[in-house]
């Protein structure tokens, strides 16, 4: 069965899943951090100013991990540009769907529920967001993916063991990597619509159309199923911006395709186009150019993290040694894109102390 995506939880498909095990193994609310299991990273890739401090601060992307012996519930924010707004936003979005789906992980019996709460748990990021604001236009605006992966009653030959639920608005990304087959699946392919402007992320929390409401142009849930083992990677734009051909400096060419300028393909098969080669750069992050065989949750992580520091190095040298100039806009001479990076990384199945 491959991925689906759904408007409305009732197009899910309707798997039982088991009642979820407690207490909790692991809670992270937004730290850096590692173990068997998870591995979580949040950095800038942004240039340090000539004072010491980091251009971009405060970081903006928050997260938020919650690890039981049979289910995970993880969620990755990233507020919408710089300063204490969007961080706000994001804060306030990952404290209100963490406390939401807390107390609801008991009364998911299917995956119908969980697509239900995690959309109920959405509105209630957005309220909190807005809430006790005099001006509703004083509010930050937020992307947002949470994921749950749940432990499947297979109640069929075919019914997977494990199946990864996310709901996503705006351009943070799921992926699950098979490490059978070592092939890689881009869960929310498809969920930025602007396949071009990586400033326009599709969608997001907090006020930003009509008289202060959210913009839910790609608000969507996606379900893929999985095996034990599996490794489910969430990510910020931070991260998958570096591993895009535009912005990561190739022509058509260097994909074996013939037209002279990616301008010139339609914008569905732009997005096809990009969504393969992001799958292949991350399967080979993971199993092969960029791997050594470690497959733990830390090795990835850093990888992957260290992946997005070497892209956009040119660039932040340039601005470090030249802060009062324009930041460079060819990505085949400054290939990268420097951003607030996050990934989470876990191994899908039960996990024990």
């Not at 970081?59 to 990755?76: G, S, T």
């Not at 470690?294 to 802060?323: G, W, Y």
């Amino acid at each position: 069965m491959a991925a689906v995506e759904a408007s409305i939880y009732d197009e899910l498909p309707q798997y039982k899943v088991a009642s979820i095990q407690k207490p909790h193994i692991i809670r992270i609310d937004g730290e850096n951090s590692n173990s068997t299991y998870l591995s979580t990273q949040s950095i800038s890739t942004y240039p340090l100013l000539p004072g010491g401090e980091r251009d971009g601060d405060p970081i903006a992307d928050r997260l938020y991990v919650q690890l039981n012996p049979n289910r995970a519930f993880i969620a990755v924010a990233d507020g919408c540009n710089w300063g204490p707004r969007p961080h706000r936003a994001a804060k306030d979005a990952i404290e209100a769907v963490s406390r939401y789906m807390a107390d609801k992980e008991a009364h998911i019996t299917d995956v119908h529920d969980a697509g239900h709460f995690l959309l109920r748990s959405f509105s209630e990021a957005h309220k909190r967001i807005v809430a006790d604001k005099e001006d509703i236009w004083e509010a930050g605006t937020t992307t947002l993916l949470s994921a749950l992966a749940l432990r499947i009653h297979q109640e069929k030959a075919d019914d997977p063991e494990w199946g990864v639920l996310c709901a996503s608005v705006g351009d943070c990304k799921g992926f699950l990597a098979n490490i059978r087959t070592k092939q890689v699946v881009d869960i929310t392919t498809g969920n930025r619509n602007n396949v071009i402007d990586g400033r326009d992320p599709g969608g997001r929390l907090g006020p930003y159309v009509g008289s202060g409401f959210p913009d839910l142009r790609n608000l969507k849930l996606y379900f893929a199923p999985c095996q034990e083992n599996d490794i489910l990677i969430i990510v910020s734009d931070g991260v998958h911006d570096n591993l895009d051909p535009c912005t990561t400096g190739k022509v058509p060419a260097d994909l074996a395709l013939n037209e002279a300028s990616w301008d010139a393909f339609p914008l569905p098969v732009l997005a096809k186009i990009k969504s393969s080669y992001m799958r292949d750069r991350l399967s080979d992050l993971l199993f092969h150019d960029g791997g050594d065989g470690d497959l733990s949750p830390a090795a990835i992580t850093d990888r992957i993290i260290q992946h997005c520091k070497s892209v956009t190095s040119k660039s932040r040298d340039f601005m470090e040694n030249n802060p009062n100039k324009r930041q460079p806009t060819d990505y085949i001479e400054f290939p990268g894109k420097m951003d607030h990076t996050t990934c989470v990384t876990l191994v899908i199945g039960h996990h024990q102390l």
